[in-house]
């Protein structure tokens, strides 16, 4: 069995609680308490007959707990940076953890950058064009997604057991969107 070690960043509210849950055990709470330091799920998923076992670091996005962040996402194979499309503020920030897994982080690690809260898409703050453009630009994977609606718990499968299990690196195709 293969262990692969996945961070989830972002700042405070915007649902990394949601899609760790929403991934590890397939459940979403409407309301969710705000993780202190971090929290920790495992999930196993079958690839090609061979089981991968995810720890999946699931951080505070209070600012107060920045400084702890470096000692989660060491040794990550992953790092899934969460924004909430209706907070510009939260796209921002979610540049600066790009910015500081880039600098800091392995440098093979995967960091995907994930628009959370799709279903509220009438309240949208962040442009997916926005978001896909910045994507492209800094070498990282990107959806969009609701935890809500379940939107994320079968694409996170595919797109983090591949790259653990046999190192393939994804790429963009003509359209830019993520295929192997």
Do not use: C
């Amino acid at each position: 069995m293969s262990q692969f070690k996945l961070v989830l960043l972002g700042e405070t509210a915007v649902g990394k609680s949601s899609i760790a849950l929403q991934f590890a055990r397939g459940t979403f709470l409407q309301y969710q308490e705000s993780t202190i330091g971090a929290a920790f799920l495992t999930q196993s998923v079958i690839v090609d007959g061979n089981t991968i076992k995810f720890e999946i670091w699931d951080t505070a996005g209070q600012e107060r707990y920045h400084s702890l962040a470096p000692m989660y996402y060491r040794g990550a194979k992953a790092a899934i940076v969460v924004y909430d499309i209706t907070s510009k503020q939260s796209f921002e920030r979610a540049k600066a953890w790009v910015a500081e897994l880039q600098q800091s982080g392995s440098s093979d690690m995967v960091i995907a950058l994930a628009g959370n809260k799709a279903d509220l898409s009438s309240q949208r703050d962040v442009s997916e064009e926005d978001a896909q453009q910045y994507a492209t630009d800094n070498g990282l994977l990107f959806l969009e997604t609701s935890t809500r609606l379940d939107h994320s718990r079968s694409w996170l499968n595919q797109l983090m057991a591949q790259p653990s299990y046999n190192g393939v690196r994804w790429r963009r195709n003509a359209k830019h969107k993520m295929s192997l």
